[in-house]
């Protein structure tokens, strides 16, 4: 008997052009499923951007989270989906300084970015996700993790993920699967728009790449907490040396 082949998946990924989450869209769009994207900036056209007709690409900024939910949720509607396979919530925005220097401006588009923003996503997208019983997969950081200097609102922020990742999972039990990842450093202009400078620390940063195939890979294994990061030291740089990331 035949195996029947497997329909494609709707998958949303925020935060999706540029970083890991560019990565991840076009791996996915790659292999046939259908991806909305979204991010902060406009696209003229979107196979030109991303190369396939695959990616469906909607301009939804997250530090007006009413707006963005807003958004998203006419793009499904148009688009004609009632299931939600998988749902990545990667968008993220930082600031690098002393706490004391950083203006409530930068502050409140951080939590609006990282924290509010994924909340209201997840909630207005829930019923398509249960339809599907899919995955909604929260972009974290080890910053949760080991304290980084300098980054303590961004820090904060991602660290309430973490408890609302956790929370969702025992809510939506049955329903949908909840996963957070929590990727290590990655070479993403994110560092530069936090005003962070990296100097060489930066060679010892995951390609963006390395960065989504740890995630698919979470993703997979149906963990629902999972630190991705890379090794350190000379043994690195020769692996990324040898795999062209340098």
């Given amino acids: 008997m035949a195996k029947r082949k497997a329909r494609p998946h709707n ?22 499923h259908h991806v909305l994207a979204t991010g902060r900036r406009r696209l003229e056209g979107d196979e030109d951007f991303f190369g396939t007709r695959n990616i469906i690409y909607i301009q939804a900024d997250q530090s007006q989270a009413d707006h963005a939910c807003n958004r998203i949720a006419h793009a499904m509607n148009k688009l004609g989906w009632e299931q939600l ?20 401006h930068s502050v409140s588009h951080q939590i609006s970015v990282n924290f509010t923003a994924p909340i209201l996503i997840a909630k207005t997208v829930a019923p398509m996700l249960f339809n599907a019983g899919g995955k909604l997969v929260l972009v974290g950081s080890t910053a949760v993790k080991k ?11 991602k660290a309430g993920l973490d408890g609302f990742a956790r929370s969702l999972h025992e809510e939506w039990k049955g329903r949908a699967q909840v996963q ?16 962070m400078k990296t100097g060489l620390f930066r060679l010892f940063f995951m390609s963006p790449r390395r960065a989504a195939r740890g995630i698919q890979r979470a993703i997979r294994s149906g963990d629902k907490r999972r630190i991705i990061t890379r090794g350190y030291g000379f043994g690195a740089l020769f692996s990324r040396a040898r795999e062209g990331e340098l």
């Fill in 11 to 32: 998958i949303l990924i925020t935060g999706a052009t540029d970083g890991i989450g560019l990565v991840l869209a076009k791996a996915y769009a790659s292999r046939g």
């Fill in 85 to 104: 396979d998988l749902l990545i919530l990667n968008a993220a925005a930082g600031w690098t300084g002393l706490p004391q220097d950083e203006t409530s």
């Fill in 180 to 195: 957070i990842v929590h990727p290590g450093p990655t070479r993403t202009a994110m560092h530069k728009k936090a005003g």
């Fill in 147 to 157: 304290a980084q200097p300098a980054f303590a609102t961004y820090a904060a922020t």
